[in-house]
């Protein structure tokens, strides 16, 4: 299967059985990313969650006693 980087559009070729393959053909709203682009935006995440000034956008989890 061949597919391409949102990020960098270079063309990779995976194969069929492979579960990323399986979960991107059946499932089109996901999208592949490259191993070096991925890693690349991890580094630097990471890079600003040191920095203290990165805040994601999450929200709080409450305990409920439901």
Known sequence: MKVKCVICDQ???LDDS????????????HTYMCDECYSRIEKRTHERWETGNFRPYRDEKTNDDW
Not at 19 to 28: E, F, H, M, Y
Request: aromatic residues 0%.
């Open 11 to 13: 063309i990779h070729t």
């Open 18 to 29: 492979d579960p990323l393959a399986k979960k991107l053909r059946n499932r089109p709203i």
